[in-house]
């Protein structure tokens, strides 16, 4: 097993073969993404070579995260970049397929690699860690297939060292949680639609606000399935008057607490049975 340091030494080794040809990374705005735009600009600058942030907009995410990730790519020096996506219709995904996370990343790397090359990028880089290939994630396949560097996944680095060497950097977004795509709160099979996904980024925007950390609203159908850390639970429930008002305000019927609390990837369950 190597220690981190090792990771570390690796990691730069990396970018620094990449970085002395102009570089593109698929940028997000979270820590992963975050931490390779920033060690990618670093090197670069040593090579005299350019670095481009090419993010997305899409249907599938909280608008707030695309203006996080121009903030980052701001801080980091990188030109930033982009591109306008429909993924419902262009990524085929209206009715929630098993390999919706495939389906997305192919349509969103196709189209970020296209921009690449238009730019003169000859590497392609994303922010794929260690523990992203323990858990479903179908995309990955489709990274893959479009021969997309990992540097992360390749020097062995898991989400703590990633959080740890981007604080070490001063990255602002080094403790921001994961965001995942909002059709991730939708059960395999649902109808998805912009005004749904709309209405989960408001509940989890009004949850966030209360000082909760990590938060889910899962939706099954009219019922809404709320996903927090088991130590904020006591927050949530000093607030529960005021969170099914709000939430009821948005259409659902029924306002649930998982005891489970809050855990990645909770609609994969049982999925190995649907693929």
């Not at 899409?58 to 695309?66: I, M, Q, R, V």
């Not at 959080?163 to 991730?184: F, H, M, N, Q, W």
Request: proline share 3%; hydrophobic share 40%; glycine share 6%.
């Amino acid at each position: 097993m190597e220690h981190y340091e090792e990771k570390c030494k690796k990691l730069f080794h990396i970018l620094d073969e990449m970085t002395k040809e102009n570089t593109a990374v698929a940028f997000s705005g979270g820590v992963d993404s975050s931490l390779l735009l920033k060690l990618s600009c670093l090197k670069a600058e040593k090579h005299g070579t350019f670095v481009y942030a090419i993010a997305a907009h899409t249907e599938l995410h909280p608008s707030k995260d695309l203006e996080i990730a121009e903030k980052v790519a701001e801080e980091s020096g990188a030109e930033f970049i982009v591109l306008k996506l429909r993924e419902l219709k262009e990524a085929d995904i209206v009715n929630n397929p098993v390999d919706r996370c495939y389906r997305c990343k192919k349509l969103l790397f196709q189209e970020i690699k296209r921009k690449a090359e238009e730019l003169g990028a000859k590497v392609l880089i994303e922010g794929t860690n260690l523990d992203d290939t323990k858990v479903y994630r179908p995309g990955l396949k489709a990274i893959e297939e479009l021969c997309v560097k990992s540097p992360l996944k390749e020097a062995g680095f898991t989400k703590e060292e990633v959080r740890k060497l981007a604080e070490a950097y001063g990255i602002s977004v080094a403790d921001r949680p994961s965001t995942p795509c909002l059709a991730t709160r939708f059960p395999y099979g649902a109808v998805l639609s912009v005004e749904k996904m709309k209405k989960v980024e408001q509940g989890e925007a009004f949850l966030k606000e209360l000082g909760l950390y990590n938060v889910r609203l899962r939706v099954h159908e009219e019922t809404a399935r709320i996903e927090v850390d088991e130590k904020d639970m006591p927050k949530l429930l000093e607030n529960r008057k005021e969170v099914v008002e709000f939430l009821k305000g948005l259409g659902y019927w029924y306002i649930t607490l998982d005891l489970e609390g809050f855990r990645s990837g909770s609609m994969d369950i049982g999925i190995e049975n649907k693929a």
